[in-house]
């Protein structure tokens, strides 16, 4: 088991510093020791290989324990306290900074958003849920594009604690709020 997360961490770093077109097999293979065709046994292609790589470390909160009112500032601070501890693990930082690369790595980011933001979100057996987590989504990818990747200010100096509040308001109103123009 060991073993295969290291793995897993020699092809992150990989895709993360060569992108999904120029990392190969046998790259990801020498960088953790291991034969080629290993990879091939365990993840049947680059594509595969990428998908165990992205989404090794997702976890999608529980949103159904947490008081209604609230949801959407613990949204927020599950993902925002994530980033601030390790950029480099996070499967959201990590697809965002490849997803430019590929169309099959914009849709493994597709894959994964359902998984963390879209499967909490219908658990809350809200009507619209795909419309409600579509909008948060591009609010917490606006976040983390902003203030993680793009380092932008003041957003990327400002303290944690600045941010998951108003932030945390906005997911609020696409968790509980109207859908329609109106």
Not at 77 to 89: M, N, P, Q, Y
Not at 126 to 155: H, K, M, V, W
Request: charged share 20%.
């Amino acid at each position: 088991m060991r073993r295969n997360q290291d793995f897993l961490h020699a092809a992150r770093d990989t895709f993360a510093t060569r992108g999904f077109e120029q990392t190969t097999i046998r790259a990801v293979a020498a960088k953790a020791g291991i034969d080629p065709s290993m990879v091939m046994r365990y993840f049947g292609s680059k594509a595969g290989l990428f998908t165990a790589a992205a989404t090794m470390s997702a976890e999608p909160p529980d949103l159904r324990g947490v008081a209604a009112d609230r949801r959407g500032e613990v949204l927020v601070r599950h993902f925002a306290s994530r980033w601030e501890e390790d950029l480099t693990g996070d499967s959201t930082i990590f697809l965002m900074r490849t997803a430019v690369t590929a169309p099959a790595v914009a849709a493994q980011l597709q894959a994964t958003f359902d998984e963390l933001i879209l499967g909490p979100v219908a658990g809350l057996g809200q009507q619209g849920a795909p419309r409600r987590a579509a909008l948060i989504g591009s609010q917490l990818l606006g976040l983390a594009l902003c203030r993680y990747i793009l380092r932008l200010e003041p957003l990327a100096s400002l303290a944690l604690d600045e941010i998951v509040p108003p932030v945390g308001r906005a997911v609020q109103g696409y968790l509980t709020g109207p859908l329609d123009a109106g």
